[in-house]
């Protein structure tokens, strides 16, 4: 005897199809981290592949002239694609600057046939709507080696290097942070792009809000940018962060655009990495946004170059940010 039951409306609702799992997919990769949540990429759907397009419109002039972080993040997004293709069952094949005439067509991501996802991706894929940076105060508690290695493990399968700060190396990162600080506060026009992606608007989808500012740090040492300095209405009391941080550095053997996507590629791994250890992240920009700072974190004379700062320890939960919706990002079919 088989147990009867009346039909739920989940029960009887179709799969989705290949085109809402993709765009599903695509809703997933634009919750990469990005610069100031400048969210600045694009997507169109094809043949078989998705597009992942630069938008340079949403570049900032002041703290990303070159374009680096901008492309970082596009890289970020692309990571987070294939990613969530691979949780929907898809192959993902990853292309990056496919078409020499359209320079910014960063990636082309080719969807394959079925197949399941590893159980190393199913977890990765389980942390994507998770990860949010987190600005607030971490415990003190160590980080075991094994788990350490894992971080640097998944910075290793994107090319890329994660480097431990030690004592010595974690002080002079701190220094050279703050001072990267001061000297962006003083630069002329910072202050302006700071207060276009971090005013309190309405029904805006990018941006940083009120609420994942974090507090301030009560010894002042803790190199996170200050995304309440134009904005005195708020009350943020002071809060004391942990003494000795964890940082880490992300850096790539090499400093052109297709690194730079790598770079992003790598980011985002180690971050869902972290984020399914029940870490916390908070990614670390002044000292790479200054050129004369990120040479004294790089060891050029052998080609490898520092691109991201990585804070990283338990914390309490962090608050999400907020996203363009898919109508904003998607482009027009190409026919």
């Not at 993709?22 to 100031?36: G, K, V, Y």
């Not at 029940?278 to 052998?302: F, G, K, M, Y």
Request: hydrophobic share 40%.
């Amino acid at each position: 005897m088989t147990d009867r039951h009346t039909p739920s409306p989940d029960d009887i609702r179709p799969p989705p199809s290949e085109r809402e799992a993709i765009e599903n997919c695509i809703r997933s990769a634009t919750t990469a981290p990005s610069l100031h949540n400048s969210q600045p990429w694009l997507f169109r759907i094809g043949a078989g592949v998705i597009d992942v397009y630069a938008d340079r419109r949403r570049r900032l002039e002041v703290l990303d002239p070159t374009g680096r972080e901008l492309l970082i993040s596009v890289g970020a997004a692309v990571s987070t694609l294939a990613l969530a293709l691979r949780g929907a069952g898809y192959r993902a094949d990853v292309g990056a600057f496919p078409d020499d005439g359209q320079p910014d067509l960063v990636a082309r991501v080719t969807v394959g046939h079925r197949a399941p996802p590893s159980p190393a991706e199913e977890a990765l894929v389980a942390a994507i709507p998770h990860r949010h940076t987190n600005r607030y105060p971490f415990t003190s508690c160590a980080i075991p080696a094994e788990t350490l290695e894992q971080l640097i493990d998944a910075a290793r399968q994107e090319t890329a290097v994660l480097t431990v700060a030690n004592p010595v190396s974690r002080n002079s990162i701190i220094g050279l942070s703050q001072a990267a600080d001061r000297r962006q506060r003083a630069t002329g026009g910072y202050r302006a792009e700071l207060a276009r992606w971090t005013t309190h608007r309405v029904l805006h989808h990018d941006g940083i809000p009120p609420s994942a500012i974090g507090p301030w740090d009560a010894m002042e040492i803790m190199p996170i940018r200050d995304f309440g300095l134009l904005q005195p209405h708020l009350t943020r009391a002071p809060e004391t962060f942990e003494i000795h941080p964890t940082l880490m550095v992300l850096a790539t053997t090499g400093d052109d655009p297709l690194e730079w996507v790598r770079a992003g590629q790598a980011l985002q791994r180690v971050l869902l990495t972290a984020t399914h250890l029940n870490l916390a992240t908070t990614p670390i920009s002044q000292p790479v946004e200054v050129p004369t700072v990120r040479r004294q974190l790089s060891d050029t004379a052998n080609g490898i170059w520092a691109q991201m700062i990585l804070r990283i320890g338990y914390g309490r939960p962090a608050a999400t940010t907020p996203r363009r919706p898919l109508s904003d990002v998607l482009l027009p079919s190409l026919t």
